[in-house]
């Protein structure tokens, strides 16, 4: 994990709607949801539903799967804690002496 690609992962759930989004993936693991599914359950419209997907594809927090005709969208759940960890690496290591340069 690097300082960029989590910064994209915590930029894409820092959106209320992508982290509903992500949160419903969630509840629903492993399955996943259809794109319909989750419109439904959040009530929103398709257009900005498959923008705010594509925004988390794009930052590896959900997995698309066609399955005929239709998306299947499962939370990579696996990343999200890549990211947690990333930012918990140097959780109470104690940080180097500050001197005063002037």
């Known amino acids: 994990m690097t300082s960029d690609s989590a910064a994209v992962a915590l ?3 820092g959106h209320p709607a992508r982290l509903a989004v992500f949160r419903l993936l969630v509840r629903a693991a492993p399955d996943g949801l259809l794109v319909g599914e989750i419109a439904a359950h959040l009530d929103m419209p398709l257009s900005t539903l498959a923008h705010h ?3 988390l594809k794009d930052a590896g927090l959900v997995a698309q799967t066609r399955q ?4 299947r969208n499962s939370a990579c ?4 804690r890549h990211v947690l960890d990333f ?3 140097d959780c109470c290591a104690g940080l180097p002496a500050v001197t005063d340069a002037a």
Not at 68 to 71: H, L
């Open 11 to 13: 930029a894409a759930l």
């Open 53 to 55: 997907l594509r925004s």
């Open 68 to 71: 005929g005709r239709e998306v």
């Open 77 to 80: 759940t696996e990343e999200l």
């Open 87 to 89: 930012l918990l690496t």
